[in-house]
């Protein structure tokens, strides 16, 4: 959230072909503004441990929540696990996080 370009963000796991669960991001982008998934991951790993920079990423209008306004995470996972194969890949994309 600390990105100038980012209104909101949601993080959940996703899980991994080999290890433990990958973070995912599902980012609502501030109004009129352009920013690509390798720009997020760039920010994330300059500001952000290792373990914490996203995998995966998707630009969305909006995030599902509660009459509450508590974001329902629950959708995200469950779109995620069902998009798996679609997902944007930090790691198909050679993008890798520096140590």
Known sequence: MAHPSIK????VPVSSELTEDEVM??????PDIKL????????AAENMARFMV??????VD???RTPSQKI???KLREWAREHRSSLWDREQHGIEVPR
């Open 36 to 43: 690509t998934e390798s720009e997020v991951i760039e920010f």
């Open 8 to 11: 909101e963000v949601a993080a």
């Open 72 to 74: 329902e995470k629950y």
């Open 25 to 30: 991001l599902f980012v609502v982008l501030q």
């Open 62 to 64: 909006d995030l599902p």
């Open 54 to 59: 996203p995998r995966f990423i998707r630009f």
